[in-house]
């Protein structure tokens, strides 16, 4: 997709929340930045498995939709780009250098490298619709002065996805597809609420008035088949086609543009994307570009700036904390640290200082869960367990049973309802 940095945070700029992401990213330990390398992120170990999370969850609805997962090379010469329209229209943008002499660009978006991919031999209507995704790399030359923290980066990671399709209904299937898994995939971060926007099209754009109808009409379509309110977005589309915006609401009210789902009336066709139909014929490919955090680092910038340290508990860098009371409970908090550990959760055992210190060192460091062993509880094998909805005491195995559950990393279903024949749109509403 061509967006500029999906979306423009400059509406954030001025008026950051209490949590500054950037603080935050601090305080836990997550990521820094240097004058070395302006508006590109050096990730910590705890910063970068969190990264690692919300790219596993991607990775997880990706595979349950069935796409195939693909990478494509960080640098290609400008013809590439020429065909694409970036040279044309996002030049300024792009990041120069010469390969073998011959001038070439650092990728601003994956999309030309997956026409390529798809394109190697013209896909069967069999085949169809063709599902990529990459988790690219891309650098945009933003300029100094507009780079904020994850929000604004010369370098950051797009979850890019193409589909292609045979036909306008197959596209509209689709599109309705990938809206349906949003709320639930949202919903696993915290989100409840959607904005769904129709974004349409602008005064300069590329394709005819048939085609900018025919493609407006798809977007439009899958939305109504899912029975959702939409706003429209005159002229707000991209010369390349129209999109569908899906925007998150943080706890101080500010809106975050993520995910998107856009239809592209020009690159399949200057790429020459065809397929192979019934009879043997060669037709022209439909084309969508879809995108669920749109930056990764960004909307790692908004989880921080919407919960401060105290993270989900499945993303939370360290999850619990066992709190041995004194001396005498040190092995029994080993033992009960070591069984969370085998369970697959991020445990960490704090018995330096007093116990109120470290339940104050654990807020800060947002650990959701503490897991507290005194000699009542070792007396009895107990756990007390603090976290923010309260203390509760019960046996050792059916607290780490528990915790064990609460620390999961959600699971996403795949939409593999005929949404477009079924209309079950109703109980899937943002
Ligand atoms: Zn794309």
Redesign the pocket.
């Known amino acids: ?2 967006a500029a940095q999906s979306p423009a945070p400059s509406s954030n700029a001025a008026r950051l929340g209490p949590n500054d992401h950037r603080s935050v990213g601090g305080q836990l330990d997550l990521f820094s930045f240097h004058d070395e390398a302006p508006g590109m992120v050096f990730w910590h170990p705890r910063g970068f498995a969190l990264f690692r999370r919300l790219e596993a969850a991607a990775r997880q609805l990706l595979e349950a939709q069935g796409y195939a997962e693909i990478r494509t090379p960080q640098v290609m010469r400008v013809p590439v780009w020429e065909a694409s329209g970036h040279w044309r229209h996002f030049r300024s943008g792009m990041m120069e250098l010469g390969l073998d002499k011959v001038p070439a660009a650092l990728k601003p ?3 030309p490298g ?1 026409l390529m991919v798809a394109g190697r031999r013209p896909p069967s209507h069999r085949e169809l619709p063709l599902r990529l995704a990459e988790f690219g790399v891309v650098h945009r030359n933003e300029a100094s002065g507009s780079l904020q923290g994850l929000l604004r980066l010369r370098q950051f990671t ?1 979850d ?3 589909i292609l399709c045979a036909d306008d209904e197959q596209a509209r299937e689709e599109v309705a597809r990938f809206c349906a898994a949003l709320p639930a995939f949202y919903g696993a971060f915290g989100f409840e609420g959607l904005d769904v926007a129709l974004s349409t099209r602008p005064r300069e754009h590329a394709g005819s008035l048939e085609q900018w109808a025919r493609a407006e009409g798809i977007l439009a379509g899958a939305l109504e088949d899912l029975g959702w309110d939409y706003a429209v977005q005159v002229g707000e589309g991209a010369f390349y086609g129209p999109k569908i915006e899906f925007a998150l609401r943080d706890r101080n009210g500010r809106a975050w543009q993520c995910g998107t789902i ?1 239809m ?1 009336l020009v ?1 399949p066709e200057r790429f020459g994307q065809v397929y192979v139909d019934a009879s043997g014929e060669r037709r022209p490919l439909l ?1 969508l ?3 669920l955090y749109g930056s990764l680092e960004r909307f790692m910038g908004l989880l921080l700036e919407h919960y401060g340290p105290a993270l989900p508990p499945w993303l939370a860098p360290v999850q619990l904390r066992v709190l041995p009371v004194g001396e005498g409970q040190l092995a029994y908090a080993r033992e009960v640290l070591e069984r969370l550990v085998t369970r697959g959760t991020r445990a960490e055992l704090d018995e330096d200082g007093s116990l109120s210190k470290r339940l104050a060192r654990a807020h800060v460091d947002g650990v959701p869960f503490q897991l507290i062993a005194g000699a009542k509880e070792l007396a009895a094998g107990e756990l007390s367990c603090r976290s923010a909805s309260g203390q509760r005491r019960a046996t050792a195995g059916e607290i780490i049973e528990g915790l064990v559950a609460d620390c999961a990393s959600p699971k996403f279903e795949a939409q593999r309802r005929d949404l477009a024949t079924t209309g079950a749109g109703a109980n899937l509403r943002p």
């Open positions: 997709m061509n978006v994956s999309c997956h797009q890019d996805g193409h856009q592209d690159m084309m570009h879809r995108a």
